[in-house]
T-cell receptor, first 109, second 115 residues
Framework: GQQVMQIPQYQHVQEGEDFTTYCNSSTTLSNIQWYKQRPGGHPVFLIQ?????EVKKQKRLTFQFGEAKKNSSLHITATQTTDVGTYFC?????????FGTGTSLTVIP | EAQVTQNPRYLITVTGKKLTVTCSQNMNHEYMSWYRQDPGLGLRQIYY???????DKGDVPEGYKVSRKEKRNFPLILESPSPNQTSLYFC??????????????FGPGTRLTVL
């Protein structure tokens, strides 16, 4: 069946270091979304990528959608303690949504 | 304020005792969905609904039922809960797939424990 894997599962960084999470789907996706879930909270939408090879930036966050539309990455430059949380990618296959397994980011002050 | 609400937020129950988790959205969204979140597995879709009276199975529908009698409400029903349904449940809504922005809005979550 459809699977969306993310690596790493956990990442601990010193504040100011960069962070990257990778998302890989077993099938081609029409678009990919990224969500952030703070500890004890609910997922909150960050961005959607639609085009093959698309790159979008939000301040220190850079999102990329692979050429084959099966993989994506989120890169955070110079992490801050406010970046703590779990980051999920998600994409639709037909009318169903598949979420990645998530990457939990801890930022050490 | 645009939001998705869920009730209850926390629930401890016993095996076999039927329960319902309510979900309501005030954004006039057509698409609504239920997910369960378990450590290491991310969010898995249980059921989704494209519109009123239209529901479909997601990835993990066994042991769950849903209904969509009104656009704003999408309750999740566990007819005979079992311990393996202990999880964190999220309801979400969005404009339907195919529109430009498929942002899903999530409720605050319901933490269910089945003893």
């Amino acid at each position: 069946g459809q699977q969306v894997m993310q690596i790493p599962q956990y990442q601990h960084v010193q504040e100011g270091e960069d962070f990257t999470t990778y998302c890989n789907s077993s099938t081609t996706l029409s678009n990919i979304q990224w969500y952030k879930q703070r500890p004890g909270g609910h997922p909150v939408f960050l961005i959607q990528l639609v085009k093959s090879g698309e790159v979008k930036k939000q301040k220190r966050l850079t999102f990329q959608f692979g050429e084959a539309k099966k993989n994506s990455s989120l890169h955070i430059t110079a992490t801050q303690t406010t970046d703590v949380g779990t980051y999920f990618c998600a994409g639709p296959v037909g009318n169903q949504f598949y979420f990645g397994t998530g990457t939990s980011l801890t930022v050490i002050p | 304020e645009a939001q998705v609400t869920q009730n209850p937020r926390y629930l401890i129950t016993v095996t076999g005792k039927k329960l319902t988790v309510t979900c309501s959205q005030n954004m006039n969204h057509e698409y609504m969905s239920w997910y369960r979140q378990d450590p290491g597995l991310g969010l898995r879709q249980i059921y989704y609904s494209m519109n009123v009276e239209v529901t479909d199975k997601g990835d993990v529908p066994e042991g769950y039922k849903v209904s969509r009698k009104e656009k704003r409400n999408f309750p999740l029903i566990l007819e005979s809960p079992s311990p393996n349904q202990t999880s964190l449940y999220f309801c979400a809504s969005m404009n339907p797939a195919g529109t430009e922005n498929n942002e899903q809005f999530f409720g605050p979550g319901t933490r269910l424990t089945v003893l």
